[in-house]
């Protein structure tokens, strides 16, 4: 069973920075990709970042790429979000999300899901 809460949405001025946290519940054996997507008001859920596996490799789509940082801590079970140089085009909701094994970059791929956090970015 995979647990996730998100939190650290919230408004911010365009140029602004947010950094997401989500908390991650792993109780099942196995090895989990971990990271991030978003759903912007009419478009379908995207994939942003992630961990190929938790402590692996990263990858990032090309709209965030430079901007946004995933990372980690694995001490408290916390997967972050670092989020600079934001744009009105990074509104959406950010959720995290878990697979076993390597991280999906498409919605059905995903196994598990947070419930969401908003992220609004104002001109």
């Known amino acids: 069973q995979v647990r996730l809460v998100e939190s650290g949405g919230g408004l911010v001025q365009a140029g602004g920075s947010l950094r997401l946290s989500c908390t991650a519940s792993?109780?099942?054996?196995?090895?989990?990709?971990m990271g991030w997507f978003r759903q912007a008001p009419g478009k379908e859920r995207e994939f942003v970042a992630g961990?190929?596996?938790?402590?692996?490799?990263?990858l990032y789509s090309d709209s965030v790429k430079g901007r946004f940082t995933i990372s980690r801590d694995s001490a408290s079970d916390t997967l972050y979000l670092q989020m600079n140089s934001l744009t009105p085009e990074d509104t959406a909701v950010y959720y995290c999300?878990?697979?076993?094994?390597?991280?999906?970059?498409?919605?059905?791929?995903?196994?598990?899901w947070g419930q969401g956090t908003q992220v609004t970015v104002s001109s």
């Open positions: 999300a878990a697979k076993r094994g390597v991280i999906s970059t498409i919605q059905k791929g995903i196994d598990y």
């Open positions: 792993i109780r099942t054996f196995g090895a989990y990709g």
């Open positions: 961990f190929e596996l938790i402590g692996g490799s990263t």
